[in-house]
Protein backbone atom coordinates (compact mmCIF):
# COMPACT_ATOMS: atom_id res chain seq x y z
CA UNK A 1 0.00 0.00 0.00
CA UNK A 2 2.82 2.52 0.92
CA UNK A 3 4.68 1.52 -2.35
CA UNK A 4 0.98 2.24 -4.18
CA UNK A 5 0.63 5.59 -2.65
CA UNK A 6 4.45 6.62 -3.28
CA UNK A 7 3.96 5.79 -6.81
CA UNK A 8 0.95 7.96 -7.18
CA UNK A 9 2.58 11.09 -5.48
CA UNK A 10 5.30 10.74 -8.05
CA UNK A 11 2.99 10.97 -10.58
CA UNK A 12 0.68 13.95 -9.28
CA UNK A 13 2.90 15.77 -7.26
CA UNK A 14 0.62 15.35 -4.06
CA UNK A 15 2.76 14.23 -0.80
CA UNK A 16 1.78 10.78 -0.23
CA UNK A 17 0.60 11.64 3.46
CA UNK A 18 -2.13 13.54 1.42
CA UNK A 19 -3.10 10.70 -0.85
CA UNK A 20 -5.83 8.09 0.93
CA UNK A 21 -6.42 4.22 -0.89
CA UNK A 22 -9.87 2.58 -0.47
CA UNK A 23 -11.24 -0.89 -2.08
CA UNK A 24 -14.07 -0.92 -4.10
CA UNK A 25 -16.22 -3.23 -2.49
CA UNK A 26 -16.09 -6.88 -3.09
CA UNK A 27 -20.14 -7.62 -2.33
CA UNK A 28 -22.56 -4.76 -3.14
CA UNK A 29 -23.31 -2.31 -0.46
CA UNK A 30 -20.36 -3.22 1.28
CA UNK A 31 -18.12 -0.73 3.59
CA UNK A 32 -15.65 1.04 1.36
CA UNK A 33 -12.92 0.62 3.77
CA UNK A 34 -8.99 1.55 3.52
CA UNK A 35 -5.93 -0.50 2.09
CA UNK A 36 -4.92 -1.42 5.28
CA UNK A 37 -3.85 -5.01 5.89
CA UNK A 38 -3.76 -6.37 10.00
CA UNK A 39 -0.85 -7.61 11.70
CA UNK A 40 0.60 -10.79 9.49
CA UNK A 41 -1.59 -10.29 6.53
CA UNK A 42 -0.23 -9.75 2.99
CA UNK A 43 -1.48 -7.06 0.92
CA UNK A 44 -3.04 -9.74 -1.85
CA UNK A 45 -4.82 -11.72 0.87
CA UNK A 46 -6.38 -8.24 1.79
CA UNK A 47 -7.20 -7.25 -1.28
CA UNK A 48 -8.64 -11.31 -2.40
CA UNK A 49 -11.44 -10.51 1.12
CA UNK A 50 -12.62 -7.06 0.85
CA UNK A 51 -11.61 -5.49 -3.28
CA UNK A 52 -13.39 -6.03 -6.23
CA UNK A 53 -11.44 -8.04 -9.02
CA UNK A 54 -12.13 -7.69 -12.73
CA UNK A 55 -10.19 -9.51 -14.91
CA UNK A 56 -7.40 -10.28 -12.68
CA UNK A 57 -7.23 -6.44 -11.87
CA UNK A 58 -8.57 -4.84 -8.04
CA UNK A 59 -10.58 -2.38 -8.14
CA UNK A 60 -8.89 1.00 -5.59
CA UNK A 61 -9.90 3.97 -5.29
CA UNK A 62 -7.21 6.92 -4.26
CA UNK A 63 -8.94 10.04 -1.85
CA UNK A 64 -6.91 13.32 -2.08
CA UNK A 65 -6.84 15.92 0.33
CA UNK A 66 -6.69 18.44 -1.91
CA UNK A 67 -6.71 19.21 -5.43
CA UNK A 68 -3.50 18.90 -7.78
CA UNK A 69 -3.27 22.75 -8.08
CA UNK A 70 -5.01 26.06 -7.95
CA UNK A 71 -6.83 25.56 -11.87
CA UNK A 72 -8.53 22.03 -10.80
CA UNK A 73 -11.43 21.53 -8.21
CA UNK A 74 -12.21 18.01 -6.52
CA UNK A 75 -16.08 16.53 -6.33
CA UNK A 76 -16.92 13.45 -4.61
CA UNK A 77 -20.27 11.45 -6.15
CA UNK A 78 -22.23 8.85 -4.18
CA UNK A 79 -22.95 6.29 -6.67
CA UNK A 80 -26.85 4.84 -7.59
CA UNK A 81 -28.22 2.03 -5.36
CA UNK A 82 -26.12 2.72 -1.85
CA UNK A 83 -26.99 4.38 1.25
CA UNK A 84 -28.59 7.80 1.33
CA UNK A 85 -26.45 10.64 2.36
CA UNK A 86 -28.29 11.05 5.73
CA UNK A 87 -26.41 7.48 6.39
CA UNK A 88 -23.21 9.22 5.34
CA UNK A 89 -23.58 11.67 7.98
CA UNK A 90 -23.99 9.74 10.78
CA UNK A 91 -21.02 7.75 10.27
CA UNK A 92 -17.53 7.91 10.96
CA UNK A 93 -13.79 7.52 10.44
CA UNK A 94 -13.89 4.28 12.37
CA UNK A 95 -17.25 2.77 11.04
CA UNK A 96 -17.00 3.71 7.09
CA UNK A 97 -20.44 4.53 5.29
CA UNK A 98 -22.63 1.95 3.55
CA UNK A 99 -22.04 3.63 0.15
CA UNK A 100 -19.33 4.10 -2.47
CA UNK A 101 -17.97 7.20 -2.52
CA UNK A 102 -15.97 8.53 -6.42
CA UNK A 103 -13.70 11.23 -6.44
CA UNK A 104 -13.22 13.07 -9.40
CA UNK A 105 -11.16 16.54 -10.57
CA UNK A 106 -12.01 19.00 -12.65
CA UNK A 107 -10.90 22.11 -14.14
CA UNK A 108 -12.09 25.13 -12.45
CA UNK A 109 -13.77 26.50 -15.64
CA UNK A 110 -15.38 23.30 -15.73
CA UNK A 111 -19.19 22.06 -16.00
CA UNK A 112 -21.82 19.31 -14.60
CA UNK A 113 -21.80 18.26 -18.28
CA UNK A 114 -18.37 17.51 -18.27
CA UNK A 115 -18.60 15.59 -14.64
CA UNK A 116 -21.00 13.20 -15.79
CA UNK A 117 -18.88 12.45 -18.90
CA UNK A 118 -15.86 11.25 -16.72
CA UNK A 119 -18.79 9.55 -14.46
CA UNK A 120 -19.62 8.25 -17.65
CA UNK A 121 -16.12 6.88 -18.63
CA UNK A 122 -15.38 5.60 -14.84
CA UNK A 123 -18.58 3.58 -14.39
CA UNK A 124 -20.16 3.46 -17.91
CA UNK A 125 -23.47 4.35 -16.28
CA UNK A 126 -25.71 6.00 -19.52
CA UNK A 127 -25.35 10.12 -19.84
CA UNK A 128 -28.69 10.45 -21.07
CA UNK A 129 -30.43 8.56 -17.25
CA UNK A 130 -27.44 10.78 -14.87
CA UNK A 131 -28.94 12.75 -12.30
CA UNK A 132 -27.02 14.92 -9.91
CA UNK A 133 -28.16 16.08 -6.67
CA UNK A 134 -26.76 18.25 -4.13
CA UNK A 135 -29.03 17.66 -1.24
CA UNK A 136 -32.77 18.08 -2.78
CA UNK A 137 -31.69 20.31 -5.55
CA UNK A 138 -30.83 18.85 -9.10
CA UNK A 139 -28.02 20.51 -11.12
CA UNK A 140 -27.91 20.90 -14.50
CA UNK A 141 -25.68 20.66 -17.26
CA UNK A 142 -24.77 24.34 -17.33
CA UNK A 143 -23.95 24.76 -13.83
CA UNK A 144 -20.23 25.58 -13.27
CA UNK A 145 -18.49 23.10 -11.55
CA UNK A 146 -16.42 25.33 -9.46
CA UNK A 147 -19.76 26.76 -7.99
CA UNK A 148 -20.94 23.06 -7.33
CA UNK A 149 -17.78 22.08 -5.67
CA UNK A 150 -17.94 25.43 -3.23
CA UNK A 151 -21.66 24.85 -2.37
CA UNK A 152 -20.76 20.83 -1.43
CA UNK A 153 -18.20 21.34 0.52
CA UNK A 154 -20.77 23.89 2.44
CA UNK A 155 -23.01 20.72 3.33
CA UNK A 156 -22.78 17.99 5.19
CA UNK A 157 -22.13 15.57 3.93
CA UNK A 158 -20.14 17.48 1.56
CA UNK A 159 -20.82 15.27 -1.68
CA UNK A 160 -23.19 14.93 -4.09
CA UNK A 161 -25.68 12.01 -5.13
CA UNK A 162 -25.75 10.40 -7.99
CA UNK A 163 -29.49 8.54 -9.42
CA UNK A 164 -30.16 6.91 -12.88
CA UNK A 165 -33.50 7.79 -13.81
CA UNK A 166 -35.58 5.52 -16.11
CA UNK A 167 -35.46 6.19 -19.27
CA UNK A 168 -38.95 6.99 -19.40
CA UNK A 169 -41.61 7.51 -17.01
CA UNK A 170 -44.81 5.51 -16.34
CA UNK A 171 -48.04 8.41 -16.57
CA UNK A 172 -51.60 7.59 -16.79
CA UNK A 173 -53.96 9.83 -19.13
CA UNK A 174 -57.43 10.04 -17.18
CA UNK A 175 -59.98 10.54 -19.75
CA UNK A 176 -62.79 12.36 -17.74
CA UNK A 177 -61.89 15.93 -18.96
CA UNK A 178 -64.37 17.00 -16.66
CA UNK A 179 -63.93 21.36 -16.75
CA UNK A 180 -60.91 21.47 -19.08
CA UNK A 181 -63.22 23.64 -21.38
CA UNK A 182 -64.95 26.82 -19.68
CA UNK A 183 -68.37 26.94 -20.45
CA UNK A 184 -69.93 30.11 -21.82
CA UNK A 185 -70.92 32.82 -19.22
CA UNK A 186 -74.33 33.76 -20.84
CA UNK A 187 -75.20 31.01 -22.93
CA UNK A 188 -77.84 31.61 -25.66
CA UNK A 189 -79.92 28.30 -25.33
CA UNK A 190 -79.21 24.83 -23.37
CA UNK A 191 -79.26 21.15 -24.81
CA UNK A 192 -80.31 18.57 -22.94
CA UNK A 193 -77.49 15.91 -22.84
CA UNK A 194 -77.84 12.06 -22.67
CA UNK A 195 -73.99 10.84 -22.17
CA UNK A 196 -73.18 7.08 -22.77
CA UNK A 197 -73.16 4.37 -20.10
CA UNK A 198 -69.46 4.35 -20.19
CA UNK A 199 -68.76 8.63 -18.62
CA UNK A 200 -68.48 8.50 -14.99
CA UNK A 201 -70.92 10.73 -13.51
CA UNK A 202 -73.07 11.56 -16.24
CA UNK A 203 -76.18 11.77 -13.88
CA UNK A 204 -74.31 14.90 -13.41
CA UNK A 205 -74.67 16.56 -16.93
CA UNK A 206 -78.14 16.97 -17.89
CA UNK A 207 -77.37 20.23 -19.48
CA UNK A 208 -75.33 21.45 -22.17
CA UNK A 209 -74.86 25.46 -22.17
CA UNK A 210 -74.26 26.99 -25.94
CA UNK A 211 -75.56 29.72 -29.00
CA UNK A 212 -77.02 27.98 -31.76
CA UNK A 213 -74.16 30.22 -33.69
CA UNK A 214 -71.06 27.72 -32.81
CA UNK A 215 -70.07 25.10 -35.26
CA UNK A 216 -70.55 21.64 -35.29
CA UNK A 217 -66.59 21.36 -33.95
CA UNK A 218 -67.18 23.68 -31.17
CA UNK A 219 -69.87 21.42 -30.11
CA UNK A 220 -68.00 17.91 -30.15
CA UNK A 221 -65.31 20.35 -28.16
CA UNK A 222 -67.79 21.06 -25.32
CA UNK A 223 -69.26 17.56 -24.99
CA UNK A 224 -65.66 16.43 -24.50
CA UNK A 225 -64.77 18.99 -21.80
CA UNK A 226 -68.06 17.66 -20.01
CA UNK A 227 -67.55 13.74 -20.74
CA UNK A 228 -63.55 12.91 -21.66
CA UNK A 229 -64.51 11.23 -24.91
CA UNK A 230 -62.62 11.99 -27.98
CA UNK A 231 -64.41 13.48 -30.26
CA UNK A 232 -63.09 11.35 -33.30
CA UNK A 233 -64.94 8.86 -31.15
CA UNK A 234 -68.15 9.96 -30.50
CA UNK A 235 -71.57 9.67 -32.36
CA UNK A 236 -73.72 12.31 -32.18
CA UNK A 237 -77.84 12.26 -32.25
CA UNK A 238 -80.16 15.11 -32.42
CA UNK A 239 -82.96 14.21 -30.88
CA UNK A 240 -82.01 10.83 -30.85
CA UNK A 241 -82.32 10.42 -34.73
CA UNK A 242 -80.55 12.37 -36.53
CA UNK A 243 -76.97 11.28 -37.28
CA UNK A 244 -74.24 14.13 -37.37
CA UNK A 245 -71.68 11.66 -38.37
CA UNK A 246 -71.60 12.77 -41.71
CA UNK A 247 -72.61 16.34 -41.18
CA UNK A 248 -69.99 19.41 -42.14
CA UNK A 249 -68.14 20.26 -39.39
CA UNK A 250 -67.98 23.95 -39.96
CA UNK A 251 -71.61 23.98 -39.74
CA UNK A 252 -73.60 25.95 -37.36
CA UNK A 253 -75.98 24.60 -35.09
CA UNK A 254 -78.98 26.46 -36.38
CA UNK A 255 -78.22 25.28 -39.83
CA UNK A 256 -78.11 21.86 -38.45
CA UNK A 257 -81.58 21.83 -37.29
CA UNK A 258 -80.43 23.12 -33.22
CA UNK A 259 -82.91 24.42 -31.47
CA UNK A 260 -83.24 25.68 -27.68
CA UNK A 261 -84.21 22.23 -25.46
CA UNK A 262 -82.85 20.25 -28.51
CA UNK A 263 -81.65 16.98 -27.39
CA UNK A 264 -78.25 15.70 -27.94
CA UNK A 265 -77.58 12.14 -27.65
CA UNK A 266 -73.89 11.05 -27.51
CA UNK A 267 -72.64 7.36 -27.99
CA UNK A 268 -69.45 5.77 -28.81
CA UNK A 269 -68.24 5.02 -32.12
CA UNK A 270 -67.27 1.45 -32.99
CA UNK A 271 -63.63 2.65 -32.94
CA UNK A 272 -63.96 3.47 -28.85
CA UNK A 273 -65.93 0.74 -27.54
CA UNK A 274 -63.83 -1.50 -25.95
CA UNK A 275 -61.78 1.83 -24.45
CA UNK A 276 -64.31 1.54 -21.26
CA UNK A 277 -61.11 1.95 -18.92
CA UNK A 278 -60.61 4.96 -17.04
CA UNK A 279 -57.19 5.14 -17.13
CA UNK A 280 -54.72 4.55 -19.76
CA UNK A 281 -50.82 4.73 -19.42
CA UNK A 282 -48.58 6.41 -21.17
CA UNK A 283 -44.97 6.29 -21.80
CA UNK A 284 -43.08 10.30 -21.13
CA UNK A 285 -39.67 10.93 -21.71
CA UNK A 286 -37.58 11.79 -19.13
CA UNK A 287 -36.28 14.81 -20.88
CA UNK A 288 -37.67 17.61 -23.41
CA UNK A 289 -40.11 19.51 -23.59
CA UNK A 290 -43.75 18.80 -21.63
CA UNK A 291 -45.48 19.61 -25.75
CA UNK A 292 -44.67 15.63 -26.88
CA UNK A 293 -46.66 14.82 -24.08
CA UNK A 294 -49.17 16.94 -24.98
CA UNK A 295 -49.05 15.13 -28.98
CA UNK A 296 -48.33 11.85 -27.49
CA UNK A 297 -51.65 12.40 -25.54
CA UNK A 298 -53.87 13.84 -28.33
CA UNK A 299 -52.73 10.81 -30.61
CA UNK A 300 -54.13 8.22 -28.04
CA UNK A 301 -57.06 10.01 -27.70
CA UNK A 302 -57.71 10.02 -31.59
CA UNK A 303 -57.72 14.35 -31.14
CA UNK A 304 -56.75 16.24 -34.14
CA UNK A 305 -55.35 18.75 -32.81
CA UNK A 306 -53.41 18.76 -29.23
CA UNK A 307 -53.80 22.72 -28.65
CA UNK A 308 -57.20 21.58 -27.78
CA UNK A 309 -56.14 19.23 -24.97
CA UNK A 310 -54.93 20.26 -21.31
CA UNK A 311 -53.08 17.68 -19.08
CA UNK A 312 -52.97 18.24 -15.23
CA UNK A 313 -50.43 16.37 -12.54
CA UNK A 314 -52.85 15.69 -9.98
CA UNK A 315 -54.72 19.34 -9.59
CA UNK A 316 -51.83 21.47 -11.63
CA UNK A 317 -52.12 22.00 -15.00
CA UNK A 318 -48.67 20.97 -16.78
CA UNK A 319 -47.27 23.98 -19.09
CA UNK A 320 -46.61 22.94 -22.47
CA UNK A 321 -43.54 24.58 -22.92
CA UNK A 322 -42.00 22.61 -19.31
CA UNK A 323 -38.71 21.00 -18.97
CA UNK A 324 -39.01 17.23 -18.40
CA UNK A 325 -36.08 17.11 -17.20
CA UNK A 326 -36.90 19.52 -14.25
CA UNK A 327 -39.69 17.18 -13.26
CA UNK A 328 -39.61 16.09 -9.55
CA UNK A 329 -38.06 12.09 -9.55
Not at 25 to 53: D, I, M, T
Not at 169 to 194: C, D, I, S, Y
Not at 217 to 222: N, P
Amino acid sequence: AVGIRKALAEATGIPASAIGLNVLPRQPGGPQSAVKPVSGQSLLSFLEQSCREDHGVFQLRASFDHPSSDDFVQVRVACPGTAPAKAAANSSETQPPPIVIEQFELENNSTVAALKELIHQRSKFPLEQMVLLLGCRRLQDELPIHRVSAAAEASTPALLQLHLAVRGAMAFLRREGQGHRPQLEEPGEVLKLMLPECVPGRDRFDGLPLTLEQRLSDLRWAVQSLSGLSPARMRLLLDGETDLSTADESSSLSDLGFEDGSTLVVEQSAAGAALRDVDMPVDIPATGCANTVYETAATMLGLPDSTKLSLFAGSELINRNADLSLAPI
